[in-house]
């Protein structure tokens, strides 16, 4: 993923999710609001508009990693018209003569088909395997993007319900000092829906946790290149299909959920 893209999608993460204070928000507001002619718009009228301090809209897009703001700008551009080339034609490419009843029906087709693949494959001896990891194990780390940690956040209760240290770590917001602290008993569970997210973040987490001698599980839909490092590779949904991976994620969280308690009550009896 191009420096501009990642940056982008990182800016709007940043304000759904992690804007610390009103001047933050205040920033935020006033360059969504100016979406449309960022190109254009001064760092001056930002601060203006915002009535924030010229520095603090500088420490702002800096914070979210940008070098200045006309980085800021060119980048923020960049990223939405590209986004908005890349939408489009994938819109033109599969819907141009479809009705919009088509268009609904063709969307549930996709996401039922990739639940019925993920249905048609689902190997319950390794699903209870990587249960019975979890539970026993010193404390559980599940990274992978937003979304994917959206889908295992009822794991996170389940675990944590169940006296296991467990974590969720948006790729995004990890942080290198979380992965000092991993020590032998510990796993760590990669949430990967699609190769072109496997990002050098994940790539360097994993090798530490790897040098560090964690179990390591993996949710994928597609072959990784690193698939020997992992201890236990689960497969699912269909390759390449990308987002409607997420459905069956989701399935595939249900299932673990209700896992626990039914391997928690093997053990004991």
């Known amino acids: 993923m191009k420096r501009h893209e990642q940056l982008g999608f990182n800016f709007f993460r940043y304000c759904n999710e992690n804007l610390s204070n009103t001047n933050e928000y205040n920033i935020a507001r006033i360059i969504i609001e100016h979406i449309g002619d960022i190109k254009t718009v001064s760092l001056e009228q930002i601060a203006?508009?915002?009535?924030?301090?010229?520095?603090?809209?500088?420490?702002?897009?800096?914070?979210?990693?940008?070098?200045?703001?006309?980085?800021?700008?060119?980048?923020?551009?960049?990223?939405?018209?590209?986004?908005?080339m890349v939408r489009t034609v994938s819109n033109m490419q599969q819907f141009?003569?479809?009705?919009?009843?088509?268009l609904a029906d063709s969307l549930y087709v996709e996401a039922i088909?990739?639940?019925?693949?993920?249905?048609?494959?689902?190997?319950?001896?390794?699903?209870v395997a990587i249960t019975k990891l979890l539970l026993n194990s010193r404390?559980?780390?599940?990274?992978?993007?937003?979304?994917?940690?959206?889908?295992f956040y009822t794991v996170q209760l389940d675990l944590v319900a169940n006296e296991v240290p467990e974590y969720l770590f948006d790729l995004q917001e990890f942080q290198d000092i979380h992965s000092d602290f991993f020590k032998d008993?510990?796993?760590?569970?990669?949430?990967?829906?699609?190769?072109?997210?496997?990002?050098?973040i994940q790539k360097r987490v994993v090798e530490k946790a790897s040098q560090k001698n964690l179990k390591l599980v993996v949710f994928a839909q597609d072959d990784l290149?690193?698939?020997?490092?992992?201890?236990?590779?689960y497969q699912y949904g269909i390759?390449?299909?990308?987002?409607?991976?997420?459905?069956?994620?989701?399935?595939?969280s249900q299932i673990i959920s209700e896992l626990i308690y039914k391997v928690r009550v093997i053990k004991k009896s």
């Open 96 to 102: 141009m003569r479809t009705s919009l009843d088509n």
């Open 239 to 252: 390759p390449k299909s990308i987002n409607d991976g997420y459905y069956s994620l989701f399935y595939l």
């Open 113 to 127: 088909s990739n639940l019925r693949q993920t249905k048609l494959n689902l190997d319950m001896e390794k699903l």
């Open 48 to 84: 203006q508009e915002a009535n924030i301090s010229i520095a603090s809209v500088s420490r702002f897009v800096q914070k979210i990693g940008y070098s200045s703001f006309q980085d800021f700008k060119d980048g923020l551009d960049y990223f939405i018209r590209n986004l908005n």
């Open 139 to 151: 404390s559980v780390t599940f990274i992978g993007d937003t979304h994917e940690m959206i889908d």
């Open 225 to 233: 290149a690193e698939q020997k490092i992992f201890d236990y590779i």
């Open 185 to 200: 008993g510990d796993t760590l569970v990669l949430l990967n829906v699609s190769n072109d997210f496997y990002s050098e």
